[in-house]
């Protein structure tokens, strides 16, 4: 189970996946959604991985591989627990 | 006099408010001139507007189950043996070897809603059928998320009523489950 909690996304183990810091405060509906299922964003045209449709051992992989790719995670997803 | 604007509004994330720009674009749509809440209000509007303002629609707004927490008044059995009202997800923090629960009670997050035995919301003189209007202000208690209540609302007017749209709370209330970084 991951857990995000302060803007922050971490693994099982408790070490840190991600930090979530766009300097634009982008919302989802700032995003457009492309053809793969992951998002565009419209101000600076980058990818964003659209973890909602991942696993967690492949938002793991992803994350551990391209630590600077831009994510948009759903706080509904199973694998991950909000803590407060 | 009620003007016809065009009205573009910033969203101030968690205010419960609207942002028409990421909605919609900008969209034309007339603004109600008040919302009232008690019969003082409404006399003085007459008064004011010399009764330009004959149209109105009267809502008995209700609590929203949705809406509706509990909380519960802790004291601290040690020193500094502090009196302290405690919301439910806090509770895991108030440990029975310093902590003893006295009294539990149901609170609601607009007091306001639970004495209030009616509204009404004015409308233009020329208000046509279907017409969609601005409502700045609502009565009624539109549950967004949390603790959250939808402020303000895009409505239809029936001839009798109106009719909000609810796809635009439904933005405020898909967003906050969104985070990107």
Same mark, same amino acid.
């Given at each position: ?84 | ?64 189950? *949705?809406?509706?927490?509990?909380? #519960? /008044?802790?004291? +601290? ?5 502090? !009196?302290?009202?405690? $919301? ?66 895009? *409505?239809?007017?029936?001839?009798? #009523? /109106?009719?909000? +749209? ?5 933005? !405020?209330?898909?967003? $906050? ?5």
């Amino acid at each position: 189970m991951l857990n995000y909690k302060d803007e922050t996304l971490y693994d099982s183990e408790g070490a840190i996946l991600k930090a979530l810091s766009c300097p634009l405060k982008l919302s989802r509906d700032d995003l457009q959604m492309r053809s793969d299922g992951n998002f565009d964003c419209s101000s600076c045209h980058r990818k964003i991985l659209n973890t909602s449709v991942l696993t967690e051992a492949e938002i793991v992989s992803e994350l551990r591989s391209n630590p600077d790719q831009c994510i948009a995670i759903d706080l509904r997803h199973p694998a991950i627990e909000v803590v407060e | 006099m009620i003007r016809k604007r065009l009205l573009e509004l910033r969203d101030f994330a968690g205010s419960g408010r609207i942002d028409l720009c990421s909605i919609n674009g900008v969209i034309d749509v007339r603004e109600l001139p008040k919302a009232l809440t008690c019969l003082d209000e409404y006399h003085l509007i007459i008064a004011s507007m010399a009764n330009r303002i004959k149209n109105f629609v009267i809502v008995y707004p209700q609590p929203n189950p *949705a809406l509706f927490y509990e909380q #519960s /008044l802790f004291r +601290e059995i040690v020193e500094p043996n502090r !009196l302290m009202w405690v $919301k439910e997800h806090d509770y895991k923090y108030k440990t029975p070897d310093r902590w003893e629960k006295l009294a539990t009670k149901q609170f609601y997050v607009r007091p306001r809603t639970l004495g209030l035995v009616w509204g009404a919301y004015l409308l233009p003189d020329d208000i046509q059928i279907g017409e969609r209007v601005y409502v700045e202000e609502l009565i009624e208690d539109v549950h967004l998320h949390g603790n959250t209540l939808a402020t303000d609302g895009i *409505a239809v007017w029936t001839g009798d #009523s /109106l009719e909000f +749209e609810e796809e635009h709370w439904d933005k !405020l209330r898909e967003r $906050k489950y969104w985070k990107v970084g």
